[in-house]
């Protein structure tokens, strides 16, 4: 009979217990019973008669119980169809029914029996009890039950006997008994309990593996996923493209760099938290459409690469529209809001690059080409933007070293008052000349914060003009020089320090260093940027917005900045013929209200320095004054004009 306290795993254990040891216990129950019968009383016809009768109602019980073992072998023990409690029911029954049947020779035949036999017999049913305490160990109450049935009932008739030999024997059985029912239960307790160790320790086992195994999944998941996504990550994908590559070199595939556009914009609209759920559901919308691609991954902020195999390039520029799709399309959430869409470069292996590096920059390349001509469309990386990829990777290896080289130098364009003429700032501009040529501002300033070298590079501009400020401030004292400063610039944690610590250094008044941002520093993370505008005006330094007009900024922004002078955009002074005037009427009244310093840029005419002059434009600058200068120069043309203004 099975334990009701037992789980199911426990009850299989304590089945195959039982079973264990049942061949050798019918085996010798098969001999005792063939020598009890043929050993005592074999002239005596009608004893040998019941006897042969006993005997074979034993046999065919131990057969039985033989067919019973050889079908348990048969099963498998961790089917589900295995029932515990079914094949314990069987056994016990079947042991129950040997116990009976031994004590019932006893007591048939006792009354034939001899001192001898009786010995014997008393002697063989203690012997079977004393061995069912361990065999019967599997189930208490099988054990228990079968020590009291084999022994008690002829040990009880025994001790009635008017013979004293008979007397003892059945107080002796008796007393065998108790110590066998004790021993049993004893037994059978001792295993029921190191069975349900045993399984404890198999379930504790299963759940550290178990744990293992999730922790394993886990480090897993957060070594190789991006955590807000559930993309693969940076390591994670090249991981995996390097070996799909290894195990594929002939197969030709395709990288595609997604770039989202206008996502800055969600940031600074909606927030962060907003911005978040935006991507996540910009993920999914990928995974939705690269179900059949190889793999795909968040490379960063609002870029994704995408590994895909194609058999003809319609093919991959159909699946790259299909992203672009996807990517545009309306979130029901947000539908009041522009959504983002995307621009696509796209770099295909072998022809475009033999390893992952290669092809990921030339998607790029591609990428941003396609951004500066039309964004929210699909580039296939060429021949000529290999030209380009080659020439911009030259110069910025070459830009590493211009430093040290002497190739880059500072000009300086003077910004006059426009009623006095007088000299009262310069702009300094940074000038790089490469083995003879002069490399363009927006060519290599774009270089230098793609390859993150423009924060050393903007620290040596203000310490050059920080030097010319001094030198300056012996003919002009009050004289001020700008420096342009990039956005990335901005977002160093330690841009303000190094500054403070480079004026100091050089004595310059932080008032006489004008601080200019361009407009595109409105479509960043306001408020990183306002952060170091903030801590630059507390030091004292003056901050300009150049090329006003021409980009993100708006009122609000200049109200948050509160900045000291707006420079408007040369556009708007060549197309004053139409609505640049009134633009520029415009900002010179919002000048006298917020109380900024306005500085028209691209003045070439004298027509156009009277005019700006009339509506009220106080400051100046272009070629009608002075195109930008070398060092050389300054001191010089400062000199000249403060001759003219005395």
Not at 64 to 86: E, Q
Not at 115 to 143: D, K, M, Q
Not at 266 to 271: F, K, P, T, V
Not at 388 to 417: C, G, K, M, T
Request: one cysteine or more.
């Amino acid at each position: 009979m099975p334990y009701k306290n037992l789980n199911s795993e426990e009850r299989r254990e304590s089945v195959k217990i039982l079973y264990s040891n049942a061949i050798s216990g019918i085996a010798i129950s098969t001999v005792v019973s063939f020598i009890l019968v043929f050993a005592f009383d074999l002239n005596n016809q009608k004893i040998s008669y019941e006897k042969s009768i006993w005997l074979s109602i034993m046999v065919v019980l131990l057969a039985a119980r033989a067919i019973d073992v050889m079908w348990f072998y048969k099963t498998k023990k961790d089917s589900p169809l295995f029932y515990a409690d079914t094949y314990s029911k069987r056994f016990s029954t079947g042991c129950i029914l040997t116990a009976l049947s031994w004590c019932g020779y006893a007591l048939w035949f006792h009354s034939t029996s001899s001192a001898i036999e009786t010995t014997t017999t008393i002697a063989i049913l203690s012997a079977f009890a004393g061995g069912s305490a361990n065999l019967l160990s599997g189930s208490r109450v099988t054990a228990v039950l079968y020590s009291i049935i084999l022994l008690a009932p002829y040990s009880f008739l025994l001790t009635f006997s008017n013979e004293n030999y008979n007397s003892v024997l059945g107080i002796l059985g008796l007393a065998f008994t108790a110590i066998m029912v004790a021993s049993s239960y004893k037994s059978a307790t001792f295993t029921h309990s190191a069975i349900k160790l045993k399984n404890q320790n198999r379930e504790l086992l299963n759940e550290m593996e178990n744990k293992v195994e999730q922790r394993t999944e886990e480090i897993y998941r957060l070594s190789n996923t991006d955590p807000l996504t559930n993309l693969l990550n940076r390591t994670a994908f090249l991981k995996n493209a390097n070996r799909q590559l290894a195990d594929n070199p002939q197969e030709p595939f395709a990288l595609l760099f997604v770039d989202l556009d206008g996502f800055k914009q969600i940031n600074d609209s909606l927030g962060h938290k907003v911005g978040d759920k935006v991507l996540k559901e910009i993920a999914r919308r990928i995974s939705n459409v690269c179900n059949q691609q190889l793999f795909k991954c968040r490379w960063g902020g609002d870029e994704f690469l995408i590994l895909a195999t194609y058999q003809k390039q319609a093919e991959l520029i159909e699946f790259a529209d299909k992203v672009l799709q996807s990517i545009g399309a309306e979130h029901e959430t947000y539908k009041y809001q522009k959504w983002v869409s995307a621009t696509i470069g796209i770099a295909m292996y072998p022809e475009h690059g033999s390893d992952f590096n290669t092809l990921i920059r030339s998607a790029d390349t591609a990428m941003y080409h396609q951004k500066r001509i039309a964004k929210g469309n699909i580039n296939i990386y060429n021949d000529s933007l290999k030209l380009i990829q080659e020439r911009e990777y030259l110069l910025s290896q070459r830009l590493v070293s211009a430093i040290e080289e002497n190739s880059l130098r500072l000009v300086f364009q003077p910004i006059v008052d426009s009623k006095t003429s007088k000299v009262t700032s310069f702009e300094s501009l940074l000038r790089w000349q490469l083995d003879g040529e002069n490399i363009f501002p927006d060519e290599f300033i774009a270089i230098a914060e793609q390859y993150g070298l423009i924060t050393e590079l903007g620290i040596w501009v203000i310490e050059q003009a920080c030097i010319q400020a001094t030198k300056l401030s012996h003919l002009q004292p009050q004289i001020a020089i700008s420096v342009n400063v990039s956005v990335i610039q901005l977002q160093d944690p330690d841009f303000v320090s190094k500054v403070l610590k480079i004026v100091n250094r050089h004595r310059v008044e932080p008032k006489n260093l004008h601080i200019e941002i361009t407009e595109s520093v409105f479509a960043e993370d306001k408020l990183t940027f306002l952060t170091a505008v903030k801590a630059l005006q507390k030091q004292g330094f003056c901050i300009s917005i150049d090329d006003f007009g021409t980009g993100y900024s708006s009122l609000s922004s200049m109200l948050d900045i509160g900045v000291d002078i707006v420079k408007i955009d040369r556009s708007f002074i060549q197309n004053m013929d139409k609505r640049g005037l009134s633009i520029i009427h415009a900002i010179v009244q919002m000048a006298s209200t917020l109380d900024f310093t306005v500085v028209a840029e691209g003045v070439e005419t004298i027509e156009q320095a009277n005019t700006l002059t009339k509506i009220g434009v106080s400051h100046l600058q272009g070629y009608y004054f002075s195109k930008p200068m070398e060092v050389g120069f300054v001191d010089a043309y400062l000199n000249e004009q403060n001759k003219q203004c005395s």
